[in-house]
């Protein structure tokens, strides 16, 4: 059976609507990890990196911040990418939200709350300089974009296809519904396990 690593947006988990629906649909076809990310984003990265190592994932699926993760995580773990409306400035994200939060679905260690402040936004940036560097031409039909035609908060799609070729749109907002995965995200999906399952053939 083939393993999907799911990446979650900054302010969800593990448990989130879309984690739950990618899981529900592909029950018998796939198993779906969708580990709970930590707030800090070089903490998120060793833990996936460690998570790769363990599981050898065919595919990460990103959304949000998760997509900015699997961008960078994709070539450097040998697997194709789908990234859900990816926020490739998360910096711009935090500053305007600077302060105590809480996460919008449970995580498994009962902590709901955190803290945005310049610490992590430095870290952020840190990141966001990088981000594109282990872009290579092998992966410019790999990573997949999808992008919500109603999306508010992340319009990257001009900075997604400056690196890659797949672009694909979605009546959608940034945050998709268990209905919107379904019927967006679960096809994309198939069709990039599918591409890994003819390159294994040749």
């Not at 018998?28 to 903490?43: C, I, S, W």
């Not at 840190?126 to 999808?146: A, M, R, T």
Request: aromatic residues 10%; charged residues 20%.
């Amino acid at each position: 059976m083939k393993k999907i690593l799911f990446l979650h947006g900054f302010f969800a988990s593990g448990q989130c609507i879309p984690a739950l629906a990618l899981r529900d649909a592909f029950a018998d076809k796939a198993q779906v990890l969708t580990p709970d990310l930590p707030t800090h984003p070089r903490l998120a990265l060793e833990q996936m990196k460690e998570i790769c190592d363990m599981e050898r994932p065919d595919l990460l699926i990103g959304n949000s911040c998760g997509a900015f993760y699997a961008q960078m995580l994709a070539p450097v773990i040998g697997v194709p990418a789908l990234l859900g409306n990816p926020h490739f400035m998360m910096t711009e994200f935090l500053k305007v939200r600077v302060g105590e939060h809480e996460y919008k679905s449970p995580r498994k260690d009962g902590n709901q709350k955190f803290v945005i402040d310049e610490a992590l936004i430095q870290e952020f940036a840190e990141l966001q300089s990088i981000q594109f560097c282990n872009c290579n031409p092998c992966y410019k039909d790999k990573v997949w974009g999808l992008f919500g035609e109603h999306d508010t908060l992340a319009h990257f799609e001009p900075m997604f296809l400056e690196h890659y070729n797949k672009s694909f749109h979605f009546p959608g907002g940034h945050t998709p519904t268990a209905e919107e995965v379904r019927t967006w995200y679960v096809p994309l999906a198939e069709k990039l396990l599918m591409l890994i399952n003819d390159s294994q053939k040749t």
